[in-house]
T-cell receptor, first 115, second 111 residues
Framework: DTEVTQTPKHLVMGMTNKKSLKCEQHMGHRAMYWYKQKAKKPPELMFVYSYEKLSINESVPSRFSPECPNSSLLNLHLHALQPEDSALYLC??????????????FGPGTRLTVL | RKEVEQDPGPFNVPEGATVAFNCTYSNSASQSFFWYRQDCRKEPKLLMSVYSSGNEDGRFTAQLNRASQYISLLIRDSKLSDSATYLCVVAGADSWGKLQFGAGTQVVVTP
């Protein structure tokens, strides 16, 4: 059983909608991540939060807005998305321990379809 | 040149056989190394971290060669459930927490 949970599992939205993806981890980790994954491609990093502060934004368009309300929760607010934003959105968490980066544990993802 | 390169496969492996594959990374400053497995339409799951001395977890053995900048994964006594895409992941070359993913090696274990 995964200790990183994500809701919803599936989401279909129109280009004018506003929706949010939610992620929660119960491992006491202090870093959390959002990734986007297209079919047959590896995950692409979007955002990194470390100690609830945004530390990496991989030049993600502003129609994606992350939020970290506390050390266990991570949200991704979506607004005015494009059909090419359809993908699997993965949340991950990790400790902040190793010099280069710790092993990350992924949630099951939200499969997003933008019509 | 990609930061992490893997043979995409597929590696078709008879059940019970051994399969091994490598991954190369370009940045010598990389500090942490991992193998993940990903099943179709599922999330990546950590298989093992890779240490300088090499490590083994049951039927899985990982090796790191810093001089030649490659990581290997060997699977012994392959099971049907080992069929998956194996992602080589490298961390620490640019900024903390930024993992570089290889494109994955597909393994198909056949009866």
């Amino acid at each position: 059983d995964t200790e990183v949970t994500q809701t919803p599992k599936h989401l279909v939205m129109g280009m004018t909608n506003k929706k949010s993806l939610k992620c929660e981890q119960h491992m006491g980790h202090r870093a959390m991540y959002w990734y986007k994954q297209k079919a047959k491609k590896p995950p692409e990093l979007m955002f990194v939060y470390s100690y609830e502060k945004l530390s990496i934004n991989e030049s993600v368009p502003s129609r994606f807005s992350p939020e970290c309300p506390n050390s266990s929760l991570l949200n991704l607010h979506l607004h005015a998305l494009q059909p090419e934003d359809s993908a699997l959105y993965l949340c991950a968490s990790s400790q902040v321990r190793l010099a280069g980066g710790d092993e990350q544990f992924f949630g099951p993802g939200t499969r997003l379809t933008v019509l | 040149r990609k930061e992490v390169e893997q043979d995409p496969g597929p590696f078709n492996v008879p059940e019970g056989a051994t399969v091994a594959f490598n991954c190369t990374y370009s940045n010598s400053a990389s500090q942490s190394f991992f193998w993940y497995r990903q099943d179709c339409r599922k999330e990546p799951k950590l298989l093992m971290s890779v240490y300088s001395s090499g490590n083994e977890d049951g039927r899985f053995t990982a090796q790191l060669n810093r001089a030649s900048q490659y990581i290997s994964l060997l699977i012994r006594d392959s099971k049907l459930s080992d069929s998956a895409t194996y992602l080589c992941v490298v961390a620490g070359a640019d900024s903390w927490g930024k993992l570089q993913f290889g494109a994955g090696t597909q393994v198909v274990v056949t009866p």
